[in-house]
Nanobody, 119 residues
Framework: VQLQASGGGSVQVGESLTLSCAAS????????MAWFRQAPGKQRELVAD???????NYADSVQGRFTISGDNGKNTVYLQMNSLKPEDTAVYSC??????????????WGQGTQVTVSS
């Protein structure tokens, strides 16, 4: 299973970006997908996640500005990021718990995508 992230870039304060993470390969079902980020000199943190039941969870720092959503048919998760701030600058990585066969879950990470917000 591979997770392919895309959509990062450089924007100005207040602008928006949408990240995508597409899962491909031997997938029976996707139980959970999430976005993490890591800024230089800081620990990696959970930004947002979504379960197979479409329950979502957000870090306090992005609540109300970011929206995570999933497209089950495309095995893809999106992160809509609005009102971006300089402190959102980080490498964003997607993460997923995938059942590669019924009852056999595995964890996968995608490659990171850089988001840079300039004032």
């Amino acid at each position: 299973v591979q997770l392919q992230a895309s959509g990062g870039g450089s924007v100005q304060v207040g602008e928006s970006l949408t990240l995508s993470c597409a899962a491909s390969g031997s997938i029976f079902s996707i139980n959970y997908m999430a976005w993490f980020r890591q800024a230089p000199g800081k620990q990696r943190e959970l930004v947002a996640d979504i379960t197979s039941d479409r329950d979502t969870n957000y870090a306090d720092s992005v609540q109300g500005r970011f929206t995570i959503s999933g497209d089950n048919g495309k095995n893809t998760v999106y992160l809509q990021m609005n009102s971006l701030k300089p402190e959102d600058t980080a490498v964003y990585s997607c993460y997923s718990t995938v059942e590669i066969r019924p009852g056999v879950p595995r964890v996968f990470w995608g490659q990171g995508t850089q988001v840079t917000v300039s004032s």
